[in-house]
Structures are given as structure tokens and as C-alpha cells.
Nanobody, 114 residues
Framework: QVQLMESGGGLVQPGGSLRLSCAAS????????VAWYRQTPRDQRELVAT???????HYADFVEGRFTASRDHAKNTVYLQMNSLKPEDTAVYYC????????WGQGTQVTVSS
């Protein structure tokens, strides 16, 4: 029932920043861990970050220190602040709820290129 919609992606130069949003509708994920993933056509979907209901985040090694996950329960939205972006970060970024059966959203394209 819950629908996920990612937004905020775009084209940015290396070293730049983007802030992604993941909004849930038709239901709430305020009681759930929410995760960010990314995928390129040649790669498996990989976990980028998770954030607990209390707002505690954990990150994959390749984004540690550069990305920050946060959430706003009132807005039913989670965020991923991405700083110091690298070309290797280019991917489609998705959010999902690991603890529930939720359909993948459309994702948002992040392209890091000069």
C-alpha cells in the first residue's frame, strides 16, 4: 500500500552536493528503519545507508564521512545529504523499508560529472 517517491537527484560536478528526499504516501514508515540504495546498469543494487526510527544512521564504507541520512517523521520523509560527490557515486538512488514488503519506487538519478 505504501508508495515511495525519491527526488532531488541531478547533475553535479565532482566535489559538489545534492540532497535526496524519500517521501512515503499511502502509509507511514515512521516506525521502520529506512534504507537508501543505489544501482547502476552494470552493478547490483547496493546499500548506501540506513536510518533508524530514532534517527541513528549507518553508512556503507564508500560514503562514510560524505553522506548524511536524516528523517522527518512529521513529513513522512527521509533524506540523504550527499557531499563531496565523486563520479563513482553516479547511480540511480532508491529508498526502501527493509522490514516491510514495499514496492521499489522510481528512484532518482544522480550524475557526478565534469
Amino acid at each position: 500500500q505504501v508508495q515511495l517517491m525519491e527526488s532531488g537527484g541531478g547533475l553535479v560536478q565532482p566535489g559538489g552536493s545534492l540532497r535526496l528526499s524519500c517521501a512515503a504516501s499511502g502509509g507511514s514508515f515512521s516506525n521502520d528503519v529506512v534504507a537508501w540504495y543505489r544501482q547502476t546498469p552494470r552493478d547490483q543494487r547496493e546499500l548506501v545507508a540506513t536510518i533508524t526510527t530514532a534517527g541513528n544512521a549507518h553508512y556503507a564504507d564508500f560514503v562514510e564521512g560524505r553522506f548524511t541520512a536524516s528523517r522527518d517523521h512529521a513529513k513522512n520523509t527521509v533524506y540523504l545529504q550527499m557531499n563531496s560527490l565523486k563520479p563513482e557515486d553516479t547511480a540511480v538512488y532508491y529508498c526502501n523499508v527493509p522490514g516491510r514488503l514495499v514496492q521499489w519506487g522510481q528512484g532518482t538519478q544522480v550524475t557526478v560529472s565534469s
